[in-house]
Every structure is written in structure tokens, then in C-alpha cells.
């Protein structure tokens, strides 16, 4: 089947060898193509497992793995334009979870999806890991219920944390 050369038109970083990184937060790195199956509630998920970030406070960089899973609706989202983007926190200094409901935000904003859960697994410092998970579902459909039920539901058995 494939896709045409206008349907392929807003995807300008795949295959560029000029690309530059940011090096500061910059959600218009963000680019869509069309769903070919808008009809069909389907799964796509992204494992980003090289994350960093900065503490807001000390400076220091925060790792994390990042998985993001969203139902599409009529636009999904360009992977090598979502690698350029989740690099752009590389100098960005925010808490996790403000990092995880930013990059959720800034997907919702660019792609309008049926549903989408933003889930980051820091690792620890001092001791501690941060694991913030936050989700949407579109108002008004049964995607609204889905994401309160993963939500109240999402880490009834939580993974035993020896290996970070």
C-alpha cells in the first residue's frame, strides 16, 4: 500500500542528515503524519529508554526509561521527530513529573489521540526512584473511562526495583 508523496509531506526529519538537536526544550520538533487506520483503536507505544534531564534545582541530570503508549486517532506521530523532541530535556531543568505531564501534554496538543499514557522510570538518586506514570483519555468517549480505570488500576503489582 505505502503512502503518497503528500501524505508524506510534514515528515521532513526522517531521513535528514542536517538535523540539528536542540538543545533546549523545543516541542515544535513534533511532526505528524495522517492514521490510515483511524477506524480501528489500535496501540502504539514508544520505549525511550536513554531519557535525561535536570533537576530544577541542583543542576544534576535525571535518567530515565520513558515508555508512551497512545490509541491514535486522526494524526500519529513521527518517531525520529519524537527522539529529537525527548532530547531537547536534555537541558531542560523540571522535576520528573512535570517532565512526563509536559511531554503528555505537548502529545495530546500535537495529535489529538483517542487516548495516551506518558509512563517514566527514573533512576535512583540518593536512594530513591521516581516512576511517574500520567494518562488522558479523550472527553466524552469511552477512552475517558479507559484512562480513570488504568489510571486508579495502573500499578496494582508493582515491579520488584533492584535492577536501577
Not at 542528515?17 to 507505544?45: C, G, I
Not at 496494582?156 to 533492584?162: A, F, G, I, N, T
Request: glycine share 6%.
Amino acid at each position: 500500500m505505502g503512502r503518497s508523496k503528500e501524505e508524506m509531506e510534514g515528515v521532513t526529519l526522517l531521513g535528514n542528515k542536517d538535523v540539528k538537536y536542540s538543545m533546549d526544550y523545543a516541542p515544535e520538533m513534533l511532526q505528524t503524519f495522517d492514521n490510515k487506520h483511524p477506524d480501528n483503536d489500535y496501540f502504539v507505544k514508544f520505549n525511550c529508554p536513554e531519557f535525561t534531564s535536570l533537576c530544577p534545582i541542583t543542576g544534576q541530570p535525571d535518567f530515565a526509561t520513558v515508555y508512551i503508549s497512545y490509541v491514535p486517532g486522526e494524526k500519529m506521530v513521527e518517531s525520529k521527530s519524537l527522539k529529537l523532541y525527548l532530547f531537547s530535556f536534555r537541558n531542560h531543568g523540571d522535576f520528573h513529573e512535570d517532565c512526563m505531564n509536559i511531554i503528555m501534554k505537548d502529545l495530546i496538543k500535537l495529535m489529538d489521540p483517542k487516548y495516551i499514557e506518558v509512563w517514566g522510570k527514573f533512576t535512583p538518586r540518593g536512594g530513591i526512584s521516581i516512576d511517574p506514570y500520567c494518562n488522558y483519555g479523550r472527553p466524552g468517549t469511552k477512552w475517558e473511562e479507559v484512562a480513570w480505570n488504568r489510571l486508579a488500576n495502573h500499578d496494582l503489582y508493582p515491579e520488584k526495583v533492584d535492577n536501577r
